[in-house]
Antibody, heavy 120, light 106 residues
Framework: EVQLVESGRGLVKPGESLTLSCAAS????????MNWVRQAPGKGLEWVAS????????FYADSGRGRFTVSRDNADNSLYLHMNSLRVADTAVYYC?????????????WGQGALVTVSS | SYELTQPPSVSVSPGQTASITCSGD??????ASWYQQKPGQSPVLVIY???KRPSGIPERFSGSNSGNTATLTISGTQPIDEADYYC?????????FGTGTRITVL
């Protein structure tokens, strides 16, 4: 069974940093593009970042470019999102999601989400 | 930046057909996906590559994509289909999600 489990949720102050982790199991992690998607309270889904299977290609949404860093450890089946200079507007539930092998534009498995609250 | 626009809400009676549109410039040239999200839950993929259903998704869910509009259709809508639905596509600058549509089954 495919499982994605996020951790690292928390309450931080504006300007602080936080790292989210996503532990993957039930599939060959090293073969898949992985992604972060967030959802602010009461709002829609927003793509945050994507990383290719070998970390060769990394993409960021404008909202996080220069502040967020996505990385992965294929030996440990883990995905990470390191967030610097956090803003109140970054408050959201952050999901890790797997891109389909045969249709890389679709995300077929999602974690349960990790809540990040940025508040003074 | 690329935008995908959906109607905020759609109401449908049980057993009837619900259609949700997703509009974006030359969207038909891309693969469109659709996600269902119920309150307090993670999104679930219901349509990918415009028309395909993942394993376990009921046949009443179907999709199309042409020109500037992708459409998700739910035939014989059931009360359990009440949820938020989001379209998604890939743009040269990354993935884009639609604005979201709440389907209410009255």
């Amino acid at each position: 069974e495919v499982q994605l489990v996020e951790s690292g949720r928390g309450l931080v102050k504006p300007g602080e940093s936080l790292t989210l982790s996503c532990a993957a199991s039930g599939f060959t992690f090293r073969n898949y593009i992985m992604n972060w998607v967030r959802q602010a309270p009461g709002k829609g889904l927003e793509w945050v970042a994507s990383i290719s299977s070998s970390s060769s290609f990394i993409f960021y949404a404008d909202s996080g470019r220069g502040r967020f860093t996505v990385s992965r450890d294929n030996a440990d089946n883990s995905l990470y999102l390191h967030m610097n200079s956090l803003r109140v507007a970054d408050t959201a539930v952050y999901y890790c999601a797997r891109a389909m092998a045969t249709a890389g534009t679709a995300f077929d498995y999602w974690g349960q989400g990790a809540l990040v609250t940025v508040s003074s | 930046s690329y935008e995908l626009t959906q109607p905020p809400s759609v109401s449908v009676s049980p057993g009837q057909t619900a259609s949700i549109t997703c509009s974006g410039d030359t969207l038909g040239d891309s693969d469109a996906s659709w996600y269902q999200q119920k309150p307090g839950q993670s999104p679930v993929l219901v349509i990918y590559q415009d028309t395909k259903r993942p394993s376990g998704i009921p046949e009443r869910f179907s999709g199309s994509n042409s020109g500037n509009t992708a459409t998700l259709t739910i035939s014989g809508t059931q009360p359990i289909d009440e949820a938020d639905y989001y379209c998604q596509a890939w743009d040269s600058s990354g993935y884009v999600f639609g604005t979201g549509t709440r389907i209410t089954v009255l």
